[in-house]
């Protein structure tokens, strides 16, 4: 069982940045591929960010490359998304999740190959 906490959110204007970390419990965070999605009012829960276990891999969504940058800390059993070059199109909730298993492009952007999710951080983004 893996339980995760999501912190760093808030109101920021729009060509700000955010770090948003992912705290997770249990001995066995390295062993976790991680990924962080994002819902914002209306829409579907969508893929932003994953990375592997080892941090050697990573995937982003088209509309985030080149401005977000996922990473993580096995030692602190945290996975990061910092945030850059914000705009209104990135207020959502931002959720991180993990999930067991060796580590695919396409498994790391599906929402159903998770296995376990946080509550949640709002992110809202003005102009």
């Known amino acids: 069982q893996v339980q995760l906490v999501e912190s760093g959110g808030g109101l920021v204007q729009a060509g700000g940045s955010l770090r948003l970390s992912c705290a997770a419990s249990?001995?066995?965070?390295?062993?976790?591929?991680m990924g962080w999605f994002r819902q914002a009012p209306g829409k579907e829960r969508e893929f932003v960010a994953a990375?592997?276990?080892?941090?050697?891999?990573?995937s982003y969504a088209d509309s985030v490359k080149s401005r977000f940058t996922i990473s993580r800390d096995n030692g602190k059993n945290t996975v990061y998304l910092q945030m850059n070059s914000l705009n209104e199109e990135d207020t959502a909730v931002y959720y991180c999740a993990a999930r067991r298993g060796p580590y695919t492009t396409t498994q790391a952007m599906s929402v159903r190959a998770y296995d376990y999710w946080g509550q949640g951080t709002q992110v809202t983004v003005s102009s």
């Open positions: 249990g001995r066995t965070f390295s062993s976790y591929a």
């Open positions: 990375i592997s276990w080892s941090g050697g891999s990573t």
